[in-house]
């Protein structure tokens, strides 16, 4: 009868197979279509399938059910797990290949302890299933769980895309903030590193006095510099770039002449 019992818990015996091929796909392989293939599973399958086996035993749920919760709970995993990771360790995928076979084990040993000796007990006879309203409500909190997770792991990599993208704009004295005759003149300048060309609008005025307007069309990754001649500025007062995109100020800059300042950039 113990045979038997491993033979009805094939499934779950096969998913912890199928997991630590994956691990040794990732820590041996580069990438490629074996790879792919090998992890593909223990993404997007195994944690789940092992998840709904620990919280639905046999019989407990229908096929179409259990195929739900399998996708909506490694979503979960993949979410809240990526999500920990990036706060407590490296997000690479040797790490989350880990945590993703670690969770698929776990769940596995924690399912096959749960269906020892239910196989050698006489069969139950036939009761009425779990109540719909009981299964629908663990549906929608598997599914809510997997919306927050992917919500929560979206936020965070469009605030990363968007901490990753910026934009920079310097306004430098050459030779100190004091403007004598023989002194070279400022430079003001722009580096886009938005990761795609951009229009610009540059402004540059002292005291509300406009010294020059600019409009610059800035591929990837380039800069662009200009120098501001001294016969145009006042020996004292407070020189402000400002920077316009879609027709706001993303960035400004300042420098006071004729003081001892440190000149002022913003990146």
Do not use: C
């Not at 792991?153 to 605030?159: F, K, L």
């Not at 990761?195 to 540059?204: C, E, I, M, P």
């Amino acid at each position: 009868m113990a045979g038997k019992g491993a033979v009805r818990s094939i499934d779950l015996l096969l998913t912890a197979f199928v997991a630590l091929i994956g691990v040794v796909v990732a820590l041996v392989s580069d990438g490629g279509t074996l790879a792919t293939v090998a992890l593909l599973p223990l993404v997007f399958v195994l944690p789940g399938y092992a998840l709904s086996a620990v919280l639905f035993p046999p019989r407990t749920i229908g096929d179409d059910l259990r195929l739900v919760l399998t996708v909506v709970l490694s979503l979960a995993v993949i979410a809240l797990g990526g999500l920990l990771l990036h706060l407590v360790a490296v997000l690479e995928r040797g790490t989350f290949v880990g945590l993703l076979a670690a969770v698929t084990l776990a769940a596995t040993a924690i399912a096959l302890k749960g269906r020892q000796g239910k196989w050698n007990d006489p069969p139950p006879r036939p009761r009425r299933p779990h109540p719909p309203i009981a299964v629908t409500l663990a549906l929608a909190a598997a599914i809510g769980l997997a919306g927050v997770a992917i919500a929560i792991a979206s936020a965070g990599a469009h605030r990363q895309i968007d901490e990753a993208h910026f934009t920079s704009l310097w306004l430098v004295p050459q030779g100190g903030t004091r403007l004598p005759p023989d002194e070279p003149p400022l430079l003001v300048g722009i580096a886009n590193q938005q990761g795609k060309t951009v229009d610009y609008r540059l402004t540059v005025r002292q005291e509300g006095t406009e010294i020059g307007t600019w409009r610059v069309r800035l591929g990837d990754g380039r800069e662009w510099e200009i120098a501001l001649p001294v016969e145009h500025l006042s020996p004292a007062g407070t020189l402000v770039a400002s920077l316009h995109r879609f027709g706001r100020i993303v960035r400004r800059v300042g420098v006071r002449l004729g003081a001892q300042t440190s000149p002022s950039t913003n990146g």
